[in-house]
């Protein structure tokens, strides 16, 4: 990727905005090297160190998930704090969320530095690791059920978080390509480094919790909307070996061995995700979650899988879906 000219003397500078803005078209960019990604990492680091909120917010999402460092809870909940301190409205709403999972973020202006503190002191790393029993569905094939999963209030931070990005939600068709198909008529729309934040990477971290699958084998999260009529008919969500197209990202990313979806919301009618060859139908109240192996003990991709999103009759059906791979992309 070439670097913009007066971006990169301006950030060489010690301008903050510009570092911020340089690191950020580096992280969108799909043309990035490997250098320029280290690059864009140290950029915000120091864009944070000179009181940028924006990439201390992003530091902390980097220090969550671990990226150019070691991963860590503490440091990302500290940089969440000195984004909020720093003015950051985004950093100030999920400090308070982590802090009370329970109730939606109300922000107060002008608060103190002493207030953030308190907030940042008060996350529970514990509180936030942990889930209800799972409940069994069906052993074949394996699908189970955890209530109040995620809480409400972290469900309608999602949903917000998402309503401005949604788009056409594709499929993987026979020849391996994404496409938008008659078959699925939902939208969507996938979380990307850049669109990352704390709390959405907190949900995914009780996710790995939940399936004992650790997060690095975790594909981009996504969250799907479907208004009135709007469905994703019956399909599977494992990629075929048998199919040579499909087998460059089998080699590359793994097998899709699990699929997990949390209901976001509960405000409409119909909606359920149904297994039709087991005559299975689940809708799950707000925060609920179901998830199933889409391979059999054996590895084997297992056909009895096979699901769908049904169309609400009425209101708007939001979900998170997060599909889990059986090894690191390479």
């Not at 850049?194 to 996504?222: C, G, K, L, N, Y």
Request: aromatic letters at 8%.
């Amino acid at each position: 990727m070439e670097l913009d000219a007066d971006l990169l003397a301006r950030s060489d500078a010690g301008e903050a905005d510009a570092q911020f803005a340089l690191a950020s078209s580096l992280l969108r960019s799909r043309t990035a090297t490997q250098d320029q990604f280290v690059m864009a990492t140290s950029l915000i680091d120091r864009a944070s160190a000179a009181g940028h909120a924006g990439a201390s917010e992003l530091r902390a999402v980097f220090e969550a998930m671990g990226v150019g460092r070691q991963q860590s809870w503490d440091r990302s909940f500290d940089a969440l704090q000195l984004a909020a301190e720093q003015g950051s409205r985004s950093a100030q709403a999920q400090l308070l969320l982590l802090s009370d999972p329970s109730a939606d973020p109300q922000p107060p202006e002008g608060a103190s530095s002493d207030f953030w503190t308190e907030a940042r002191l008060s996350i529970s790393l514990e509180r936030l690791m942990s889930h209800g029993e799972r409940r069994a569905l069906s052993n074949a094939p394996r699908i189970r059920v955890i209530e109040a999963f995620a809480s409400g209030p972290e469900c309608r931070w999602l949903i917000e978080r998402a309503r401005t990005m949604l788009k056409a939600a594709p499929v993987i068709d026979v020849h391996g390509n994404q496409v938008v198909d008659p078959s699925r008529t939902n939208k969507g729309t996938a979380f990307e480094l850049f669109d990352m934040d704390v709390v959405m990477e907190i949900v995914r971290a009780r996710i790995s919790a939940a399936t004992h699958i650790p997060v690095p084998v975790f594909e981009p999260t996504q969250i799907l909307h479907y208004s009135v009529g709007q469905e994703f008919k019956p399909h599977l969500d494992f990629l075929e070996p048998g199919n040579p197209h499909h087998r460059a990202q089998l080699d590359s990313h793994g097998q899709r061995i699990a699929t997990f979806l949390i209901y976001l919301n509960d405000e409409f009618a119909g909606g359920e995700t149904e297994f039709s060859q087991i005559g299975l139908r689940y809708r799950g109240r707000t925060g609920d979650a179901i998830f199933w192996a889409n391979c059999d003990m054996e590895g084997r991709p297992e056909p009895l899988t096979l699901h769908a999103g049904l169309p609400p009759i009425s209101g708007e059906k939001w979900i998170l879906s997060q599909w889990i791979r059986d090894r690191v992309a390479r």
